[in-house]
T-cell receptor
């Protein structure tokens, strides 16, 4: 199956700093990528839909100035947590669908990134 | 947006027994319903999916049923094995690149 790579897998930062997480589709092109946040033993909460070449679509309650998303190419989307605070500590996971795969629909997930804000 | 509810949140079964997880959705326009399995510390992976033009789909020990009228769908695992222990997520999507909305997850434990 298709592979989505996410980096870094773990990151620890100080409060007030910014952290960038990368999501790459390694062997396919993804016009759309999705960013989720997952709390311990909880579901995947959709944060935003990342669209290549255009602005991301954010879910209600998600601050777009706090969670900056850039989808500059068909294989890379980035999530930047700006001015991070301890409450931003979480597991962030991206996913992607292959461009033109409307009939299959399968989402491929990255490995996830564990963010800890001190 | 779509609201997906999933029950139960935890489920324990004896090895060899069946497990059933149920989900409901709110948007009647949703037409694609995948199920994902997430083992501890790993990424979610698709195990089975169903589209709105089908009522049931089976793949070996795993089956999914869909009731469009009632807007609910279920995952059935028969002859459970310890390696089936994981968190299972249902999801609903409009397809064609639209957002996937996930249920709250079910932590399944298969007791040897």
């Amino acid at each position: 199956g298709a592979v989505v790579s996410q980096h870094p897998s773990r990151v620890i930062c100080k409060s007030g700093t910014s952290v960038k997480i990368e999501c790459r589709s390694l062997d396919f092109q993804a016009t759309t990528m999705f960013w989720y946040r997952q709390f311990p033993k909880k579901s995947l909460m959709l944060m935003a839909t990342s669209n290549e070449g255009s602005k991301a679509t954010y879910e209600q309650g998600v601050e777009k100035d706090k969670f900056l998303i850039n989808h500059a190419s068909l294989t890379l989307s980035t999530l930047t947590v700006t001015s991070a605070h301890p409450e931003d500590s979480s597991f962030y996971i991206c996913s992607a669908r292959e461009t033109g795969s409307a009939n299959t629909g399968e989402l491929f997930f990255g490995e996830g990134s564990r963010l800890t804000v001190l | 947006g779509e609201n997906v509810e999933q029950h139960p949140s935890t489920l324990s079964v004896q090895e060899g027994d069946s497990a059933v997880i149920k989900c409901t959705y709110s948007d009647s326009a949703s037409n694609y319903f995948p199920w994902y399995k997430q083992e501890l510390g790993k990424r979610p992976q698709l195990i089975i999916d169903i589209r709105s033009n089908v009522g049931e789909k089976k793949d070996q020990r795993i089956a999914v049923t869909l009731n469009k009228t009632a807007k609910h769908f279920s995952l059935h695992i028969t002859e459970t094995q310890p390696e089936d222990s994981a968190v299972y997520f249902c999801a609903a999507s409009l397809g064609n690149g639209n957002q996937f909305y996930f249920g709250t997850g079910t932590s399944l434990t298969v007791i040897p």
